[in-house]
């Protein structure tokens, strides 16, 4: 038997990658700081996904002096969460009035892309089949890298 459990991300700021995935519609469902190991776990789930499909956030805290414990860049060599939703064009639409960028828009009303503030690609997938294509969607280009 094998299940799965959750996907641990590297975050520097734990703030804003939680307010991110809050955007996105997660929850935090559980949090532990280590003293002694100097990080913070934070795992966030959708609604009703506890112990089922979790990310967890980990925080490596910054060293006695003040200086980060690790620098990460990238993102996109992680590949990608994905998650559905029911629809594409409101979450995008909330994602971009909460300052996100959409890096690929829903141009088809089925996949979208955004990075969480640590450089991670998402993807959003419309539920349920594609949505019929909206403005101004449709012909918006896409921006940076997903």
């Not at 520097?12 to 997660?26: E, V």
């Not at 506890?50 to 990310?55: H, L």
């Not at 910054?62 to 939703?85: I, K, W």
Request: negative net charge; charged residues 20%.
């Amino acid at each position: 038997m094998i299940q799965y459990l959750h996907t641990m991300i590297r975050v520097s700021d734990p703030d804003a990658a939680l307010s991110f995935f809050q955007l996105l519609g997660l929850e935090e469902v559980r949090r532990k700081d280590s003293e002694k190991g100097r990080f913070t776990l934070i795992f966030m789930a959708a609604p009703g996904q506890t112990d089922i499909a979790e990310v967890e956030l980990t925080y490596n805290w910054p060293s006695e002096d003040g200086s980060p414990a690790e620098t990460y860049s990238g993102g996109r060599n992680f590949g990608h969460l994905a998650y559905g939703v029911s629809d594409i064009y409101a979450a995008c639409q909330k994602l971009a009035d909460g300052g996100v960028t959409i890096n690929r828009p829903p141009r088809d009303g089925h996949m979208a892309f955004v990075k969480s503030p640590d450089g991670i690609s998402v993807e959003l997938l419309q539920m349920g089949g594609a949505l019929a294509p909206q403005e101004p969607w449709a012909s918006m280009e896409n921006t940076g890298s997903w």
